[in-house]
């Protein structure tokens, strides 16, 4: 059984460019989170999606941030005109379910550069 | 809201040293509580998880105790070893399930 799976694994853009962070979640997940983790930090939820909802936006910034979790196919975090704040590693998660005492598994995350 | 309060590290052992990493909590009700590992330049894995008051998680040696007289879930194993050298979370739900809240990360590293 696959694990979570991100890509691109590491992405360099330069500012003001857009990008484009895919994640397929486990196999049998319906429920997809987005974390960030910045240089020195812990982990700061972002968002969270179940197929064609977003749940939970409350992380996400209001400008250029923007995802979805299609009816086919993976999760997309977009971040448009990126700047070089938005450097950090990028992480998806799955979950079976939203119960509280569900796993969350993590992809190996997606590691953006800004130029 | 829950959240949770973790040891600051980064914290350097000798190998087979005993190690504590504190984690302490404030939640509405009793949700499940989890220790992540994040090894260098690689995501989260889950290393144990207590789903109840007086659960014991445990795997690979290392255990933590769900207390809710303390409101702790403090990570301990009782002989570290070089491939334990990683940054260590502690993490639950938000009240009724969904996103993760996470500790700092408490870094540890381990000498031959």
């Known amino acids: 059984n696959a694990g979570v799976m991100q890509n691109p694994r590491h992405l360099v853009r330069r500012r003001g460019q857009e990008a484009r962070l895919r994640c397929s979640p486990m196999k049998g997940h319906s429920h997809v989170y987005w974390y960030r983790q910045l240089p020195e930090e812990g982990l700061k939820f972002m968002v969270y999606l179940q197929k064609e909802n977003i749940i939970d936006e409350s992380g996400m910034p209001k400008e250029r941030f923007s995802a979805e979790f299609p009816k086919e196919g993976p999760s997309i975090l977009r971040i448009q005109q990126v700047v070089r704040g938005d450097s950090a590693a990028y992480f998806c998660?799955?979950?079976?379910?939203?119960?509280?005492?569900?796993?969350?598994?993590f992809g190996p995350g997606t590691r953006l550069t800004v130029l | 809201g829950n959240s949770v309060t973790q040891m600051e590290g980064p914290v350097t052992l000798s190998e087979e040293a005993f190690l504590t990493i504190n984690c302490t909590y404030t939640a509405t009700g009793y949700p499940s509580l989890f220790w992540y590992v994040q090894y260098p330049g690689e995501g989260l894995q889950l290393l144990l998880k207590?789903?109840?008051?007086?659960d014991k998680g445990s795997n690979k040696g290392f255990e933590a105790t769900y207390r809710k007289e303390t409101t702790s879930f403090h990570l301990e194993k009782g002989s570290v070893q070089v491939s334990d050298s990683a940054v260590y979370f502690c993490a639950l739900p938000r009240n009724q399930g969904g996103k993760l809240i996470f500790g700092q990360g408490t870094e540890l590293s381990v000498k031959p």
């Open positions: 998660a799955s979950s079976p379910s939203s119960e509280s005492t569900d796993t969350q598994y």
């Open positions: 207590a789903t109840k008051a007086d």
